[in-house]
């Protein structure tokens, strides 16, 4: 089965000076390039089949080794990734800490956690999450977009734009990221953008002579929101037709099974929360316990 892996179009043309320096390639934070439902197999789980499982690893080595990715970041401001690398300069990197943080969760259901990265260096263009598995014996790449995350307990993983220029309202556009038990990748499905007639009301006059009105045909269950789902990047960007919100989830439930999104809990890269990963009451003390390493959740 062919995969796409992630490919993000830059929304700000360029970085800001002070901003994160991104080794070789841009990254970007608005649609990618997807695969549809004809063409990507939607499988079952099978965890008698993981060859990665969590009977055959030892969870020590697997929290060492994202123990050592964070050490580095510490050190040096590098985050590693297959083609490239994200550079801190050295006058970012007290920001950066600051901001930064992390989350040891499992999200792709293989009894193994992941390490999920949101560097922040309060530079919008510069913002980036990263997370790393651990495959065939290393903690490795895997995946990185804009840090606005929602997670699926399917591990699909919803990865909201960084910018809400549209039409959207208060429907936030996202890239949506099947997980692929079968090749353990995230297939990039398609982008989703609406129009909010709320937004429309208020800005009538504007729209109308733009010719832009709220497509009231589409709305058919009367809700106010119509959806624009995009399985091929932005070629099409408010080009198609859009669809009403039985249509939308249709599409969207294919690819999540119907299941929740999960909460994940964040925490600030510190010496101290760095080697106290694979510690799960230490950080569920410093939530309860509303500790300022604990980061609000993103969900």
């Known amino acids: 089965m062919k995969v796409i892996r992630v490919s993000i179009i830059v929304l700000i043309g360029c970085l800001l000076i002070g901003c994160v320096q991104i080794k070789d390639d841009s990254i970007s934070n608005e649609a990618v390039n997807t695969q549809t439902a004809d063409n990507i197999d939607i499988v079952e789980v099978k965890a008698d089949v993981n ?9 020590d080595d697997v929290y060492r080794q994202y123990k050592d990715i964070l050490v580095e970041f510490m050190k040096s401001g590098v985050l590693h990734m297959d083609d490239r690398d994200i550079e801190t300069p050295e006058a970012e990197m007290n920001t950066v800490l600051k901001y930064s943080s992390f989350a040891v ?3 792709d259901n293989d009894d193994i956690d992941e390490l999920i990265v949101y560097y922040d260096d309060a530079c919008m263009a510069g913002m980036i999450a990263v997370i ?3 495959i065939d014996g290393q903690a490795m790449y895997k995946f990185m977009e804009f840090p606005n995350l929602s997670i699926y307990e399917n591990g699909t993983i919803e990865a909201g734009w960084s910018h809400n220029q549209g039409y ?18 995230y297939d990039a499905v398609g982008s989703v953008d609406a129009y909010d007639k709320g937004l429309y009301e208020c800005n009538k006059e504007v729209l109308d002579a733009s010719g832009s009105p709220f497509p009231a045909e589409s709305d058919k269950d009367g809700n106010g929101f119509v959806y624009y789902i995009y399985e091929n990047g932005l070629e099409d960007y ?45 950080f569920e003390n410093l939530k309860n316990s509303e500790s300022d390493f604990y980061v609000a959740p993103y969900y």
């Open 238 to 282: 408010q080009k198609i037709e859009p669809v009403d919100d039985e249509a939308y989830q249709k599409w969207l439930n294919q690819y999540t099974d119907g299941t929740n999104k999960i909460s994940l809990d964040f925490y600030r890269i510190t010496n101290e929360t760095v080697e106290r990963i694979g510690d799960k009451e230490y």
């Open 105 to 107: 969760e499992d999200i």
């Open 51 to 59: 060859d990665n499982s969590a009977e055959a690893i030892n969870l």
């Open 168 to 185: 959207a309202g208060d429907f936030w556009p996202y890239n949506l990221y099947y997980y692929n038990p079968n090749t353990n990748e």
């Open 132 to 134: 790393y598995d651990f």
